[in-house]
Nanobody
Framework: QVQLVESGGGSVQAGGSLRLSCAAS???????MGWFRRAPGKEREGIVA????????YYADSVKGRFTISRDNAKNTLYLQMNSLTPEDTAMYYC????????????????????WGQGSQVTVSS
C-alpha cells in the first residue's frame, strides 16, 4: 500500500510561484507519479506525470512551460514547481501514483491512478 502525503500550496497573486511536495511511503510499485487538479466547475485534469522507469515527463498544454515536476529518490518525494501562476490555475491539486507501466509518460494517466494524496488547495488572485 502506497501512501501519499502532500504539502505546500496556498494563496498567491497572479505571476507568483508555489511549490507542492508529495512524500510517498509504503511499498512503491508505482510506475507513474504526478498531479491532477480539479478547478471549480471543471472536471479533474491530469496535468503532469513522471514515468519512474526512465524519468520521462508529461505536461498538459495548460501548464507546459510554467510547471516543472521533479523527484528526490532518496527522500521518496515528488515536487511540482509552479511558476507564472494565473487565476485559471486555482484548483485543488492532488498527488497521484499509478501502477500501470506506460509506453510513454504521456500515457501515464490513461488509466486512473491507484493512489491519491489528500489534496492541496492552490488559489491565485488577480
Amino acid at each position: 500500500q502506497v501512501q501519499l502525503v502532500e504539502s505546500g500550496g496556498g494563496s498567491v497573486q497572479a505571476g507568483g510561484s508555489l511549490r507542492l511536495s508529495c512524500a510517498a511511503s509504503g511499498y512503491t510499485s508505482t510506475h507513474c507519479m504526478g498531479w491532477f487538479r480539479r478547478a471549480p466547475g471543471k472536471e479533474r485534469e491530469g496535468i503532469v506525470a513522471i514515468y519512474t522507469g526512465d524519468g520521462s515527463t508529461y505536461y498538459a498544454d495548460s501548464v507546459k512551460g510554467r510547471f516543472t515536476i521533479s523527484r528526490d529518490n532518496a527522500k521518496n518525494t515528488l515536487y511540482l514547481q509552479m511558476n507564472s501562476l494565473t487565476p485559471e490555475d486555482t484548483a485543488m491539486y492532488y498527488c497521484a501514483a499509478g501502477e500501470t507501466a506506460p509506453t510513454l509518460a504521456s500515457m501515464c494517466w490513461w488509466d486512473s491512478p491507484n493512489y491519491w494524496g489528500q489534496g492541496s488547495q492552490v488559489t491565485v488572485s488577480s
